[in-house]
């Protein structure tokens, strides 16, 4: 089955600034990568998507990066507030494998003030 | 939204007890899932659904059973439970296919002693 690999496992950063994790995934037929975040105390929520006719994709500060020849997609955070401090979780989802979704180990992010 | 509830949200069992952990979802979903969430581990899939009456194996499964009696319900049965299985199990349903959106309920907090 799918294998998705998440770094870094722990990230801060300074208010304003940027955050970046990275994922790879090892089946080549996985389609979707989605990225979910957990707040302390809640349940993981997803908060942006991509699919694999796509190479970017921005909501707001959310960009995340899909390079399917490298097997790599990204999330990257833009001017970091200390309410994106969470657990974030990136996953890869294969075409033919239904709606199963293959997460990854998860980054905790702080941002401090 | 999407509303998943879990009960029990906090359990203490015995080593060798059975443990039933139940999964309501009101948004007629077709899928539902069952994962863990261990530190480093991130969310791992133990067993999930396409609809009543199917079970599928996920990529962990061994010492757990599933059921799907109806559309709306999904239970994880540990029939012999073990120190290895103390976690946070999360339930989550989809609508199905590939790039569907989970909706995960609050989690249950299960201690094996």
């Known amino acids: 089955g799918e294998q998705v690999e998440q770094l870094p496992s722990i990230l801060r950063v300074q208010e304003g600034s940027s955050a970046s994790i990275n994922c790879s995934y090892e089946?080549?037929?996985?389609?979707?990568f989605p990225w979910y975040k957990q707040e302390p105390g809640e349940n993981p929520k997803l908060i942006i998507d991509i699919r694999s006719n796509m190479e970017r994709k921005q909501i707001q500060e959310l960009i995340v990066l899909l390079d399917k020849k490298a097997k790599r997609f990204s999330l990257h955070i833009t001017d970091t507030q200390p309410g994106d401090s969470a657990m974030y979780f990136c996953?890869?989802?294969?075409?033919?494998?239904?709606?199963?979704?293959?997460f990854g180990g998860g980054t905790r992010l702080t941002v401090r003030p | 939204e999407a509303a998943v509830t879990q009960s029990p949200r906090n359990k203490v069992a015995v080593t060798g007890g059975k443990v039933t952990l139940s999964c309501n979802q009101t948004?007629?979903?077709?899928?539902m899932y069952w994962y863990r969430q261990d530190t480093g581990h991130g969310l791992r899939l133990i067993h999930y659904s396409y609809g009543a009456g199917s079970t599928e194996k996920g990529d962990i499964p061994d010492g757990y059973k599933a059921s799907r009696p109806s559309q709306e319900n999904f239970s994880l049965i540990l029939e012999l439970a073990t120190p290895s299985q103390t976690s946070v199990y999360f339930c989550a349903s989809g609508e199905g296919g590939s790039g569907n959106t989970l909706y995960f309920g609050e989690g249950s907090r299960l201690i094996v002693v």
């Open positions: 089946d080549s037929a996985s389609n979707y």
């Open positions: 948004n007629n979903h077709n899928n």
């Open positions: 996953a890869a989802s294969e075409r033919n494998a239904g709606a199963k979704l293959t």
